[in-house]
């Protein structure tokens, strides 16, 4: 309970909003702005059917999921650098991305002989249950293996993060072995990430899971920031924090997971804003949280729409420019660290 | 009457016993003073009475029922702590630090009287200066008098409550000879209003000036609890603590000194 006096979050709403309309309106068949305010009905300009197909059937659920998609991992990150105490931890660093991933891998390649007993209504949900399961896990795995006390060592939590990243990256090697030709261009879609060939039916479920997941991280915000006292500070002023804690592993790992599930690996979306968005409004949870989440979905939008353009008609993985900004974002705050306190 | 109570209490880390038998009941507006050699078992003994500690025997009892029983909330209604070592994770001011220890008062207290009372209470620490600087960037002393504020506004958030118990581990390590007077001092306040305090301390001066009553341990065992006049000994003193310790008279005060 921070005592802000900044009241920000209306101007994060607006450059998000941008940004979505860049999202709709920039691309290989590019949209103006009257032909864009006449989808939604505000504009009486005539809108063919062409523009009109593009628009509802590829544009919007692919700016929606991307939208989706980094204000979950913005906010995601944020949370999980508030459990571990430590500003450099990032859903995909720690392997949570890599261990989601694999589980969805794992539903793509064996889903068809393995997964006959599922009714085909049910089947769109089972690859963002996988994806939950393997973030659950790997997170749960992180913590164990990084946090004493409750506070993360740098060096511990990026070690485990490389190991984890190494056993999904090794589990999704073996499924190549197994995966036909198709399965096999989406294996590597998966890992390097990109919201190409989305579609309603195919995100929908993961857009409900994000839709109730990063909300849920707010009513919280008032907690993480007592985290910031230490684990055993927060108990003394009243925060029940095993309880806190599996709330937000699972909250986490839902949002990380149903990312996963729609656009693979996006890589240091949730290590750059929250970092950004701090040393632009405080630490402050009930500002940070929001603010990460419009800041986020406005990032991986732009980033999608410069990924669809820059080599058309191909399209780049968006994790490849994510890390082109996020790596040497990483590389600058661990020398900052480094020189401050060794690490 | 209303207490905070270790009843023949044993802490356990492993197979070692840190502190055994303890039985210690702070009443409210008493100060204890707990002084003891290092690795006594000081802070193990707040820690078991801010309900940190699994007890191994004993148990620790708030008005009369164990403090297992009571909810995380409702024990930070009831007491506050003041560790020995505080970091800070993200880059909060001052400010924001002090208005944690109002978390339990949050939907009870208006934004109005939050800051309020995080502002009596930084003035109360002569921290008001730098209560708008990141906690992070500030001296050791001024963390310090961060962390002070923050449990005495803790303290102070309900004063229709029960009366509250204020566990404070060497609250006065690193602070200047003034701001080591004003930290008790301000102790010493909370108490007359009707609060407990323990507090740890080293100083045996600041316990004797400020402490009603004075808690000795010694290897994990209390070995002392009475009065503050009768209980610091200087012969009992230098038994504690393996070097002579002798108390000087001056006027209407007196001192103690180890010449070593």
């Given at each position: 309970?921070?005592?802000s006096r900044?009241?920000?979050?209306?101007?994060?709403?607006?450059?998000?909003?941008?940004?979505?309309?860049?999202g709709l309106?920039?691309?290989?068949?590019?949209?103006?702005i009257d032909?864009?305010?006449?989808?939604?009905?505000?504009?009486?300009?005539?809108?063919?059917?062409?523009?009109?197909?593009?628009?509802?059937a590829?544009?919007?659920p692919?700016?929606?999921?991307?939208?989706?998609?980094?204000?979950?991992?913005?906010?995601g990150?944020?949370?999980?650098?508030?459990?571990?105490?430590?500003?450099?931890?990032?859903?995909?660093?720690?392997?949570?991305?890599?261990?989601?991933?694999?589980?969805?891998?794992?539903?793509?390649?064996?889903?068809?002989?393995?997964?006959?007993?599922?009714?085909?209504e049910?089947?769109?949900?089972?690859?963002?249950?996988?994806?939950?399961?393997?973030?659950?896990?790997?997170?749960?795995?992180?913590?164990?293996?990084?946090?004493?006390?409750?506070?993360?060592?740098?060096?511990?939590?990026?070690?485990?993060?490389?190991a984890?990243?190494?056993?999904a990256?090794?589990?999704?090697?073996?499924?190549?072995f197994?995966?036909?030709?198709?399965?096999?261009r989406?294996?590597?879609?998966?890992?390097?990430?990109?919201?190409g060939?989305?579609?309603?039916t195919?995100?929908?479920?993961?857009?409900?899971?994000?839709?109730?997941?990063v909300?849920a991280?707010?009513?919280a915000?008032?907690?993480?920031?007592?985290?910031?006292?230490?684990?055993?500070?927060?108990?003394?002023i009243?925060?029940?924090?095993?309880?806190?804690?599996?709330?937000?592993?699972?909250?986490?790992?839902?949002?990380v997971?149903?990312?996963?599930?729609?656009?693979?690996?996006v890589?240091?979306?949730?290590?750059?804003?929250?970092h950004?968005?701090?040393?632009?409004?405080?630490?402050?949870?009930?500002?940070?949280?929001?603010?990460?989440?419009?800041?986020?979905?406005?990032f991986?939008?732009?980033?999608?729409?410069?990924?669809?353009?820059?080599?058309t008609p191909?399209?780049?993985?968006?994790?490849?420019?994510?890390?082109?900004?996020?790596?040497?974002?990483?590389?600058?705050?661990?020398?900052?660290?480094?020189?401050?306190?060794?690490? | 009457?209303?207490?905070?109570?270790?009843?023949?209490i044993?802490?356990?880390?492993?197979?070692?016993?840190?502190?055994?038998?303890?039985?210690?009941r702070?009443?409210?507006?008493?100060?204890v003073?707990?002084?003891?050699?290092n690795?006594?078992?000081?802070?193990?003994?707040?820690?078991?009475?801010?309900?940190?500690?699994?007890?191994?025997?004993?148990?620790v009892?708030l008005?009369?029922?164990?403090?297992?029983?009571?909810t995380?909330?409702?024990?930070?209604?009831r007491?506050?702590?003041?560790?020995?070592?505080?970091?800070?994770?993200?880059?909060?001011?001052?400010?924001?630090?002090?208005?944690?220890?109002l978390?339990?008062?949050?939907?009870?207290?208006?934004?109005?009287?939050?800051?309020?009372?995080v502002?009596?209470?930084?003035?109360?620490?002569?921290?008001?200066?730098?209560?708008?600087r990141?906690?992070?960037?500030?001296?050791?002393?001024?963390?310090?008098?961060?962390?002070?504020?923050?449990?005495?506004?803790?303290?102070?958030a309900?004063?229709?409550?029960?009366?509250m118990?204020?566990?404070?581990?060497?609250?006065?390590?690193?602070?200047?000879?003034?701001?080591?007077?004003?930290?008790?001092?301000?102790?010493?306040?909370?108490?007359?209003?009707?609060?407990?305090?323990?507090?740890?301390?080293?100083?045996?001066?600041m316990a004797?000036?400020?402490?009603?009553?004075?808690?000795?341990?010694?290897?994990?065992?209390?070995?002392?609890?009475?009065?503050?006049?009768?209980?610091?000994?200087?012969?009992?003193l230098?038994?504690?603590?393996?070097?002579?310790?002798?108390?000087?008279?001056?006027?209407?005060?007196?001192?103690?000194?180890?010449?070593?």
């Open positions: 309970m921070a005592v900044r009241r920000p979050i209306p101007l994060f709403a607006l450059a998000a909003a941008m940004s979505v309309v860049a309106c920039i691309g290989a068949f590019p949209v103006g032909q864009l305010l006449a989808a939604v009905g505000l504009s009486s300009t005539p809108l063919d059917g062409t523009t009109s197909a593009v628009l509802y590829i544009r919007a692919r700016v929606l999921a991307a939208f989706c998609v980094g204000a979950a991992l913005a906010a990150g944020a949370a999980m650098q508030s459990l571990f105490r430590n500003p450099l931890a990032d859903p995909g660093l720690l392997g949570v991305s890599g261990g989601a991933a694999l589980a969805a891998v794992s539903v793509i390649v064996l889903g068809e002989r393995v997964l006959h007993f599922v009714p085909p049910a089947r769109p949900w089972c690859l963002p249950a996988a994806a939950f399961l393997g973030g659950l896990v790997t997170t749960l795995a992180v913590y164990r293996i990084a946090a004493r006390n409750g506070e993360a060592l740098v060096g511990t939590l990026l070690l485990a993060g490389i984890l990243n190494a056993i990256s090794a589990g999704i090697g073996m499924l190549v197994v995966a036909d030709d198709q399965q096999l989406t294996l590597i879609f998966w890992t390097m990430g990109g919201f060939g989305v579609t309603w195919a995100i929908l479920p993961a857009l409900l899971v994000l839709a109730v997941s909300p991280l707010l009513p915000a008032h907690l993480l920031d007592a985290l910031a006292l230490g684990e055993r500070e927060a108990g003394h009243g925060v029940d924090v095993e309880r806190l804690k599996r709330r937000l592993v699972t909250l986490v790992a839902l949002a997971g149903a990312s996963v599930a729609i656009s693979g690996v890589g240091f979306v949730g290590l750059v804003t929250p950004i968005v701090r040393l632009l409004l405080g630490p402050a949870h009930r500002t940070l949280l929001p603010a990460a989440a419009l800041f986020g979905g406005g991986v939008v732009l980033a999608d729409a410069l990924a669809r353009t820059i080599v191909a399209e780049l993985p968006i994790g490849v420019l994510t890390a082109l900004v996020g790596g040497p974002f990483f590389l600058w705050l661990l020398a900052g660290r480094a020189a401050r306190d060794g690490l | 009457m209303s207490a905070l109570e270790a009843a023949g044993e802490v356990r880390a492993g197979a070692r016993s840190l502190i055994a038998g303890v039985s210690l702070l009443q409210p507006g008493e100060v003073a707990v002084i003891g050699p690795g006594a078992g000081k802070s193990t003994l707040l820690g078991a009475l801010a309900g940190d500690r699994a007890l191994a025997a004993g148990q009892l008005d009369g029922k164990p403090l297992k029983s009571l995380r909330l409702l024990l930070a209604r007491r506050a702590v003041m560790p020995q070592h505080s970091s800070l994770a993200f880059d909060f001011t001052a400010r924001d630090v002090v208005a944690l220890g978390l339990a008062h949050r939907d009870r207290l208006s934004k109005q009287a939050v800051q309020a009372i502002e009596a209470c930084l003035s109360e620490t002569e921290a008001l200066a730098f209560a708008g990141s906690y992070t960037l500030l001296s050791g002393g001024e963390r310090q008098r961060v962390q002070l504020a923050r449990v005495l506004a803790q303290c102070d309900d004063p229709t409550a029960p009366p118990f204020l566990l404070l581990d060497e609250p006065i390590a690193g602070l200047d000879l003034a701001h080591q007077h004003a930290a008790l001092a301000s102790a010493c306040r909370r108490a007359d209003r009707g609060l407990g305090v323990l507090a740890v301390l080293h100083d045996l001066n004797s000036r400020y402490a009603d009553r004075i808690a000795i341990l010694e290897g994990g065992r209390l070995t002392a609890l009475g009065p503050t006049e009768t209980t610091l000994d200087p012969q009992r230098s038994a504690v603590f393996a070097t002579p310790i002798l108390r000087v008279e001056s006027g209407d005060a007196h001192a103690f000194i180890s010449p070593g």
